[in-house]
């Protein structure tokens, strides 16, 4: 069965500071992969996928994602935190086998200190 | 933003009643599901759709069902809502011209069962 992990409930780094949250991933066959970001009372937001090629993906707001097959891993980064990125993060597989549905991780939440 | 209006917005009832929740779409994209959030659980898939009559159950499908007779509109049905059924539920579509795409989401929906 296709699933993501994201071993991290909380993740808290200091602004100005790299962050990064962490991602794994157990497929079969070449991974689809997915970030969204969600901001308190709001639905999930799109941020960068990983379909095929550069293993480096570079996203919305300056957020970007390391793709490593040997490690099965998608961690998202960011070179620089804001105090605006404090948000709840999602990892998503999406089923390539038939049904096409998004699997999504228990999501991280990131907090950013002034 | 995609077009996505999920409705209500909240939602109070009272236990043993029926409840309908509505996702409309005005993109035209073939697949929507019906997703619930839940604190330690991530989002997980209660149905989703691949097509007008084309239903299929996710992992979290007991107490609910489904119905898409237009392809704008999928709506999510607690035959007899209990207090577990209390959830922030979101719906999300996706185009199916090309499988790698993202998912889009709507703003959500606030259901406290009492």
């Known amino acids: 069965a296709q699933s993501v992990a994201q071993p991290e409930d909380q993740v808290n780094v200091a602004e100005g500071n790299p962050l990064t949250v962490k991602c794994t991933y157990s497929?079969?066959?070449?991974?689809?992969l997915f970030w969204y970001v969600q901001y308190p009372n709001r639905g999930l937001q799109f941020l960068l996928k990983?379909?095929?090629?550069?293993?480096l993906v570079k996203g919305s707001y300056g957020f970007e994602a390391e793709f490593n097959k040997s490690q099965t891993s998608f961690h998202l980064k960011k070179p620089s935190a804001l105090v605006s990125d404090s948000a709840l993060y999602f990892c998503?597989?999406?089923?390539?086998?038939?049904?096409?549905?998004?699997?999504f991780g228990t999501g991280t939440r990131l907090k950013v200190l002034a | 933003d995609a077009g996505i209006t999920q409705s209500p917005r909240h939602k109070v009832t009272e236990t043993g009643t029926p409840v309908t929740l509505r996702c409309h779409q005005t993109?035209?994209?073939?697949?929507m599901y019906w997703y619930r959030q839940d604190p330690g659980h991530g989002l997980r898939l209660i149905h989703y759709?691949?097509?007008?009559?084309?239903?299929d159950k996710g992992e979290v499908s007991d107490g609910y069902s489904v119905s898409r007779s237009k392809t704008e509109d999928f709506l999510l049905t607690l035959e007899s809502a209990t207090s577990s059924q209390t959830s922030v539920y979101f719906c999300?579509?996706?185009?199916?011209?090309?499988?790698?795409?993202?998912?889009?989401f709507g703003q959500g929906t606030r259901l406290t069962v009492v």
């Open positions: 497929v079969s066959g070449n991974p689809y």
């Open positions: 998503a597989v999406r089923d390539m086998l038939g049904t096409y549905k998004y699997i």
């Open positions: 999300a579509i996706s185009e199916s011209r090309t499988l790698n795409t993202e998912a889009f």
């Open positions: 759709s691949y097509g007008v009559k084309d239903t």
């Open positions: 993109e035209n994209h073939r697949y």
């Open positions: 990983y379909i095929t090629g550069d293993n």
